[in-house]
């Protein structure tokens, strides 16, 4: 339990140094180095959860995490209060998703996991109905292939943590496979 605080504590660190414009690489890397050792200590883990940890996956829920705390993080504290003509409400929704989901990422069982993943794979969603599709492909032009990368990393790891998968429900459909799940379903945390 120690341990876990002690990383705890140096990813919060990180990301508030990140939030006070501090984006040096130190800061990014201590952030995912301190991020990928809560996982790995398991906080807040099922007893039973003793298999190995794909470090792969966790590279990528870290920065998932660091991402969605970063900018969800200044929506929250801002109650609302957005630069962009949002309904003020919703600013402040998206930001608490942004910053529940991010948490949920890095600490706690596969069943959190799925539920953080889920709530920003539904940012990301919104995100690119709203604002980002019509800016095309670009991210130079205000496009939405960021947004998209950030919705389909979510999604694998909600997948990956054990929800339903409707690309793979989508394609077994289209491609007469007689299946509607697929193996990235059926993998257990």
């Known amino acids: 339990m120690k341990k876990s605080l002690v990383w705890l504590v140096l990813f919060l660190g990180s990301l508030w140094f990140l939030m006070e414009g501090n984006s040096d690489l130190l800061f990014v890397a201590l952030g995912l180095f301190s991020g990928a050792a809560l996982i790995y200590t398991r906080a807040g883990a099922d007893p039973q959860d003793k ?10 829920r870290v920065m998932l995490a ?24 919703l600013w402040l929704l998206v930001g608490l998703a942004e910053v529940v989901g991010g948490f949920l990422m890095v ?13 920003l794979v539904v940012v990301m969603a919104g995100a690119l109905g709203m604002v980002h599709l019509r800016g095309g492909f670009s991210m130079m032009n205000g496009g939405f292939e960021y947004q ?35 193996a990235c379903s059926e993998k257990e945390d």
């Open 51 to 60: 298999g190995p940890l794909c470090k792969t996956e966790v590279a990528a």
């Open 66 to 89: 660091l991402i969605f705390l970063y900018h969800g993080f200044p929506k929250v504290m801002a109650m609302g209060e957005n630069p962009m003509s949002v309904n003020k409400n």
């Open 107 to 119: 600490i706690g069982p596969a069943r959190f996991r799925k539920w953080g993943a889920l709530f």
């Open 148 to 182: 998209l990368l950030l919705l389909l990393l979510a999604h694998s790891i909600y997948v990956g943590a054990g929800g339903y998968c409707p690309i793979c429900a989508i394609c077994g459909r289209l491609f007469g496979s007689g299946r509607r799940d697929c």
